[in-house]
Every structure is written in structure tokens, then in C-alpha cells.
């Protein structure tokens, strides 16, 4: 597996890296992109634990909703509007 690490600001990385083996019917590679705020150093890091559970087969894709509950208030709706 590859990746790659792109400077987007002071302390803001853009990782690369493919997501999983070729689509067999298309034959495209599945890139994905991971922003991460912190050092270069922890952004290598991070990028070869994202690569290591590409490589295992653990990595699952983060989804809109998952995202809606980490950041929803306690007393708001799961659809997102208060």
C-alpha cells in the first residue's frame, strides 16, 4: 500500500492513500484523502496506521453519520437541526 503527505497549512496534512485493492470491474485505484492537524511527524504516523489497516483489512471508511453523532449536542435530533 501507498500514501503520500501534503502540507495544507501551519499544522494541517493531507493524507493519501489507496483504500483498498483495484476495483475489479472498473480497475480504478479507490483513493482516499484524511485531513490531520498536528506535526508532520505525527501525520507519518498517523498515515502508516491508516496504511497498516488498509494492509489488515480494518480500515472502515468514516461516514456522514458518524461524523453527525461525534459532533450532535445531547439534546439535539440525530437529522442534525436542533
Request: glycine share 10%; hydrophobic share 30%; with cysteine.
Amino acid at each position: 500500500m501507498k500514501g503520500c503527505i501534503q502540507r495544507r497549512g501551519k499544522m494541517s496534512f493531507r493524507l493519501k492513500f489507496e483504500a483498498a485493492e483495484r476495483d475489479p470491474v472498473t480497475g480504478k485505484r479507490k483513493t482516499k484523502y484524511q485531513t490531520f492537524r498536528g506535526t508532520r511527524k505525527e501525520a507519518q504516523v498517523k498515515l502508516a496506521e491508516l496504511v497498516a489497516a488498509v494492509g489488515r483489512g480494518t480500515y472502515v471508511e468514516p461516514t456522514k453519520l458518524d461524523r453527525c453523532r461525534v459532533y450532535r449536542r445531547p439534546n439535539q435530533a440525530v437529522g442534525g437541526r436542533p
